[in-house]
């Protein structure tokens, strides 16, 4: 499951780097069987060893700014990580896609340099620098090798706490976006994800617009709105510095105070967010694309927060739905009917609610037949064998370490505990939460987290060859057309 989108941005153009090898996976796999094994299965693994993740030191500036730091030694990188917990939720009313332009802008000009000083200097001491923005939160991250931290470090202050926002940047920034904004009325899979967050939160609701807003709203936006925004949420109070690497919380200590322990400010509240409204009765929209060579569709409704205390029984459910390359729909979908190259599932889960979505690209003219698979998928989501579930917490668990190869996997894994509030052993626990999952827990986290009769369907394609036949499977009474521009809300 995922926690949200995020969008990034880095000037840097260095080699990938080589991966930090901090967990790795021993052992040989039993046959969960006293029988001879059947062959025409795949094996079912036994269960993997636990996870241990470094400590998670807390310590704190004089101004108040937290400092969490994970202690890794196996190579001498440091990634240093400033959130901001504030993100495109908290874009005020009538400037959606301010929190996103905000966080772009922030290397865009930096205390007395430009970009391309900011880029060249950066590129100099081997690191790379990066803005990021999310739903619920943004932020500045640094990669740089632990010799060049201290000359890296004042850059990356710059970035984050003095940006300058150029009147010359913003109008090159801006009208880059609304140029992506208008690329996307030619991509299918990414006009069906604006509408279908348009259809389930509707257009008032910050859900219901995408993370960079429209092209209205981009346009309206102003220096003076980043400047306020920046203000109000670039605080210490809404921050926390995240730093995992070769490095020891004595010697890095000094350096963040040097830097970022006189940055100061109140900022404002945390404005609350409603709860969207949960989708009332099942709708299916066409968006029309005349000549496109696939539909693409999307399945869903209003998903529950991160906070859920199902998390891990939808993890599991949602991993033998549509979350993994041998989940169901794909199995189906790909590789019974060949539809379509892929088809998944996902809840995307934030600090509120969030949204639940299955989905595929499928062709044309099956469009009616991969529509019916996916809600005969639906209605079968809560039969399950113990063999079947056993083999989705281990394909669960036994992917879970890969998910902390490097220190920026791990930073961005911090940054969810940070975020959402998670406790400091969630990851050593997580392992034995799947493990802990019962096919009764994942029974009745499917029953109140999904009802099919109450799904959005959402399809992009071209509504002369597909209305007939998704309106002939009476999933609804009336199939609705929505256009392009509704879509994108001009």
Do not use: C
Request: cysteine-free; glycine content about 8%.
């Amino acid at each position: 499951m995922r926690t949200g989108h995020l969008h990034q941005k880095g000037h840097a153009t260095l080699a990938r780097r080589a991966a930090l090898a901090l967990f790795a996976i021993v052992g040989s796999f039993a046959m969960v069987s006293a029988q001879a094994p059947d062959r025409t299965k795949p094996p079912v693994p036994g269960p993997p060893p636990a996870l241990k993740v470094p400590a998670i030191q807390k310590r704190t500036l004089s101004n108040g700014l937290p400092v969490w730091i994970m202690e890794a030694h196996e190579v001498p990188l440091v990634q240093v990580n400033l959130v901001v917990l504030a993100g495109s939720a908290d874009d005020p009313a009538g400037k959606f896609g301010l929190a996103s332009l905000t966080s772009a802008m922030l290397d865009e000009g930096a205390g007395a340099r430009s970009s391309l000083e900011i880029a060249d200097t950066i590129d100099g001491l081997g690191a790379t620098l990066n803005v990021a923005g999310a739903v619920d939160s943004s932020g500045v991250r640094l990669n740089v090798p632990v010799g060049r931290l201290s000359a890296a470090l004042p850059i990356m202050a710059d970035v984050a706490l003095r940006p300058t926002f150029p009147a010359a940047d913003l109008a090159r920034v801006q009208d880059e976006r609304i140029t992506s904004l208008l690329q996307t009325r030619d991509e299918a899979a990414s006009l069906a994800a604006l509408a279908f967050s348009r259809v389930v939160f509707g257009s008032t609701h910050r859900y219901g617009t995408g993370t960079m807003g429209t092209t209205a709203s981009v346009k309206a936006l102003t220096r003076e709105d980043l400047v306020a925004f920046h203000k109000a949420h670039y605080v210490p109070a809404k921050a926390a510095l995240l730093i995992i690497g070769d490095v020891k919380p004595d010697t890095i200590l000094p350096l963040l105070q040097q830097h970022f322990g006189s940055w100061s400010g109140k900022g404002a509240p945390r404005a609350s967010l409603p709860v969207p409204p949960q989708v009332a009765k099942r709708r299916i929209v066409i968006v029309d694309k005349p000549g496109v060579p696939q539909s693409q569709i999307r399945i869903g409704w209003v998903g529950p927060p991160r906070a859920t205390p199902d998390y891990f029984p939808l993890e599991v459910m949602n991993t033998l739905l549509g979350g993994a390359f041998s989940s169901r729909l794909n199995n189906n979908l790909r590789e019974e009917h060949g539809y379509t190259y892929g088809a998944y599932s996902m809840f995307d889960l934030r600090r509120v609610a969030g949204y639940f979505s299955a989905q595929a690209g499928v062709q044309t003219d099956k469009t009616a037949e991969a529509l019916r698979e996916f809600f005969n998928e639906f209605g079968r989501i809560t039969t399950l064998n113990a063999e079947e579930l056993s083999r989705t917490k281990n394909n669960i668990a036994l992917g879970y370490p890969a998910e902390f190869e490097t220190t920026t996997q791990l930073s961005r894994k911090l940054e969810d505990v940070l975020v959402h509030k998670l406790p400091d052993d969630y990851f050593d626990r997580y392992i034995g939460r799947v493990q802990g999952v019962t096919s009764e827990q994942v029974q009745k986290a499917a029953l109140r987290h999904l009802d099919p009769s109450r799904f959005v369907v959402v399809i992009v394609g071209d509504r002369k060859k597909i209305e007939a036949g998704v309106a002939a499977l009476k999933l609804t009474p009336a199939v609705e057309v929505m256009t392009v521009d509704e879509v994108l809300g001009r």
